[in-house]
């Protein structure tokens, strides 16, 4: 069992890094957020020699509100429930509610970090600026202009970082700024708010407005599925989780007959009908904003037509007065420290399993996904993949990898047909996913195993 720290600043800021002289023995993880730290645990237990490489001073990534480059704000919470959401081997505290806060998960998060002594490999303040092949290494070059040689590097970046930012005709004179940026409800006090997007974290902040601007609107393109948290009492993940396996064909139609009888007809609210089977999109786990709905507290608009200075005209013809518009429109995956081998690694098809770039041995991309499900499961599976990987050997390694360029892809969406969208272009479904690093984990030799050092 392990304890969570006592204060914030508990360890924080703290690390026993030593810089060592050479580098080409041991690999590099950028990133100190829950992708970086799942890989740091994995190489460390299979006695893989590395360096963790973060730009902020402490770790956490997205989770910390602090963090320069995150998106996150006062009000948020996981939209996957404790029990399912956990690294393998380090629950979430029972004492934690069913749908943890930004400030619990951070604690989760740093709590992980210390049980298993992981900020010893860490170096804190230390900003990526690109990394490139050089021969059979891959060169890491900081903003202090030092350049590393590495036997390999993992991407632990994340990808909720760079925003999208639509464009509509007219011009907008009032405040306006991407979700990104948000950070509590009081910014919304007095404002009349249109917030545009229909992602889990747009429908947060609408409700956030819903109960702080002085009018609030959400602007919608195109209409989504909305699933309660609970369900029965339990949380909504939990309670399919722990049921009979159902496959996807028959789980799709079962749970949008459940919909109808649970949430009802969208429409009812002014939200537009779903254009797509459930499940096709990223779930919208918000049923709070259906009851600002119902209460008028918040209105739906359809799509944005024009901007006119201080207004905002919408498709339906209709035109509302608008003090500050949030773009809650998401945000685009991409690795700059890459440079333009990042645009490339990204193109479909070039990163097998979301893990593996086809052409290029020994670099890893980790947390480079969405899905329907928790995403820490996920991530300690892809960590100890990727050790497992590495601890083949130069040869095996590439033998490994050829097989797996060459060999037909899995479905990893279980026969789902996703939107569209730059959202789901890295899309998984969770149980497929999970399955399928398991089966190829089952065929892998462990590493050496190292005891996590209690905290």
């Given at each position: 069992m392990y304890c969570l720290p006592m204060t914030e600043n508990t360890l924080a800021h703290r690390s026993t890094f030593?810089?060592?002289?050479?580098?080409?023995?041991?690999?590099?993880?950028?990133?100190?957020?829950?992708?970086?730290?799942?890989?740091?645990?994995?190489?460390?237990?299979?006695?893989?020699?590395?360096?963790?490489?973060?730009?902020?001073?402490?770790?956490?990534?997205?989770?910390?509100?602090?963090?320069?480059?995150?998106?996150?704000?006062?009000?948020?919470?996981?939209?996957?429930?404790?029990?399912?959401?956990?690294?393998?081997?380090?629950?979430?505290?029972?004492?934690?509610?069913?749908?943890?806060?930004?400030?619990?998960?951070?604690?989760?998060?740093?709590?992980?970090?210390?049980?298993?002594?992981?900020?010893?490999?860490?170096?804190?303040?230390?900003?990526?600026?690109?990394?490139?092949?050089a021969g059979e290494q891959w060169e890491v070059t900081l903003a202090s202009g030092e350049r590393r040689q590495y036997r390999g590097v993992v991407l632990a970046v994340g990808h909720n970082w760079d925003p999208i930012t639509p464009t509509y005709p007219g011009r907008f004179d009032g405040e306006v700024y991407h979700s990104f940026a948000y950070r509590s409800?009081?910014?919304?006090?007095?404002?009349?708010?249109?917030?545009?997007?229909?992602?889990?974290?747009?429908?947060?902040?609408?409700?956030?407005?819903?109960?702080h601007a002085e009018r609030a609107m959400i602007s919608l393109r195109r209409g989504y599925y909305f699933l309660p948290k609970?369900?029965?009492?339990?949380?909504?993940?939990?309670?399919?989780?722990?049921?009979p396996h159902i496959p996807l064909w028959l789980g799709q139609p079962l749970l949008?007959?459940?919909?109808?009888?649970?949430?009802?007809?969208?429409?009812?609210y002014g939200l537009p009908k779903p254009d797509h089977k459930v499940l096709a999109s990223h779930p919208i786990m918000n049923t709070q904003l259906l009851h600002h709905l119902a209460h008028g507290d918040i209105v739906a608009k359809p799509d944005v037509r024009e901007l006119r200075s201080r207004s905002v005209a919408f498709a339906d013809g209709s035109d509302e007065p608008v003090d500050l518009i949030v773009y809650a429109t998401g945000y685009r995956a991409t690795i700059p420290c890459l440079g333009a081998l990042g645009d490339h690694v990204l193109e479909p098809g070039k990163l097998l399993l979301n893990i593996f770039p086809a052409e290029h041995p020994n670099l890893f991309v980790m947390g480079q996904f969405e899905t329907d499900g928790g995403a820490y499961p996920v991530i300690s599976r892809q960590a100890e993949l990727v050790a497992r990987v590495i601890s083949l050997g130069a040869e095996a390694q590439s033998r490994w990898l050829e097989r797996m360029r060459t060999t037909r892809p899995p479905d990893l969406a279980d026969g789902v047909h996703y939107l569209k969208t730059p959202r789901h272009a890295f899309y998984v479904q969770f149980d497929a996913y999970i399955h399928y690093l398991d089966k190829l984990l089952k065929k892998l030799p462990a590493g050496t195993r190292v005891t996590a050092r209690s905290g």
């Open positions: 030593t810089a060592p002289a050479h580098r080409t023995d041991r690999y590099c993880i950028v990133g100190a957020g829950p992708a970086g730290l799942g890989a740091a645990r994995a190489f460390a237990q299979a006695g893989i020699p590395f360096d963790v490489l973060e730009r902020h001073n402490d770790v956490g990534g997205i989770w910390d509100i602090g963090n320069a480059r995150t998106p996150m704000y006062e009000t948020a919470h996981f939209i996957s429930s404790r029990t399912q959401s956990a690294f393998s081997d380090f629950p979430m505290p029972d004492g934690y509610p069913d749908y943890p806060s930004w400030r619990q998960i951070l604690e989760y998060i740093r709590a992980f970090a210390d049980h298993y002594g992981l900020r010893q490999y860490i170096q804190f303040g230390t900003d990526v600026r690109s990394v490139a092949p409800p009081i910014e919304f006090r007095g404002k009349r708010v249109l917030v545009i997007g229909g992602g889990n974290s747009g429908c947060d902040i609408a409700c956030d407005a819903a109960t609970h369900i029965f009492g339990q949380p909504l993940d939990e309670f399919f989780r722990k049921g949008a007959i459940l919909l109808r009888v649970l949430v009802g007809d969208l429409t009812r």
